[in-house]
């Protein structure tokens, strides 16, 4: 059974720090990853899309890796705002034909100190 | 632009009572997916529709039921509500079925759910 782990849990950083994010899971035989955030009493909103044969993604301030063989990603934030305090989650979907079942970690909770 | 609307947004209820969840999209997505969110459980799929017609179970079914009303509408029955039902239940959707492992899913704000 596929298991995804972040760590760490709650981050607080001082705005402007550049920092990372990150998320493990235990099958590396995944179709790929996606990374979301979610504000207080909202829904999830995508962030980056990793395919399985790419190693990173790019969006503004966000990049995001891939390490399908040591079952890891990492999520970087650059230059960051107190806008970007929010929880922070990573999924893999799985190696399978059929389906379409996100495996969600806990999330890290981020804070970003003005 | 709307994307996925759920509602209600909160809900109490009591034990044994029934109620469905709503949930619709509007940007002509095939795949609609129910979730719950749980402190220290992440979240998990209860049930998934590949396509207009279809419903499968997801990781966490026992005590709902799910109808694809339509291609914008999938809902989410509790027959008997349970505190263990307690929870933030998600909708989302995503794009054609054949395409659905390249593409996001997209979500609703929740509903907020506790069963006394």
């Known amino acids: 059974k596929q298991e995804v782990t972040q760590i760490p849990a709650a981050l607080s950083v001082p705005e402007g720090e550049n920092l990372v994010l990150n998320c493990s899971f235990t099958d590396s035989a995944i179709y790929n990853l996606q990374w979301f955030r979610q504000d207080p009493g909202k829904g999830l909103t995508s962030l980056l899309l990793i395919q399985s044969s790419q190693r990173e993604q790019t969006s503004g301030r966000l990049n995001a890796s891939l390490d399908k063989s040591s079952g890891r990603s990492t999520l970087y934030i650059a230059a960051s705002q107190p806008g970007d305090s929010a929880t922070y989650l990573c999924?893999?979907?799985?190696?399978?034909?059929?389906?379409?079942?996100?495996?969600f970690g806990e999330g890290t909770q981020l804070t970003v100190n003005p | 632009n709307a994307g996925v609307t759920q509602t209600p947004k909160f809900q109490v209820l009591k034990t044994g009572q029934s109620m469905t969840l709503q949930c619709a999209q509007d940007m002509n997505h095939n795949s609609m997916y129910w979730y719950r969110q749980d402190p220290g459980m992440g979240l998990r799929l209860i049930y998934y529709s590949a396509s207009e017609g279809t419903t499968d179970k997801g990781e966490v079914p026992n005590g709902y039921n799910v109808s694809r009303l339509n291609k914008r509408e999938f809902s989410l029955r509790l027959e008997s509500a349970a505190p263990s039902q307690t929870s933030v239940y998600f909708c989302a959707s995503s794009e054609a079925w054949h395409r659905v492992i390249h593409q996001p899913q997209h979500f609703g704000d929740g509903t907020r759910l506790s069963i006394l």
């Open positions: 999924a893999v979907r799985p190696g399978e034909t059929s389906g379409s079942r996100l495996t």
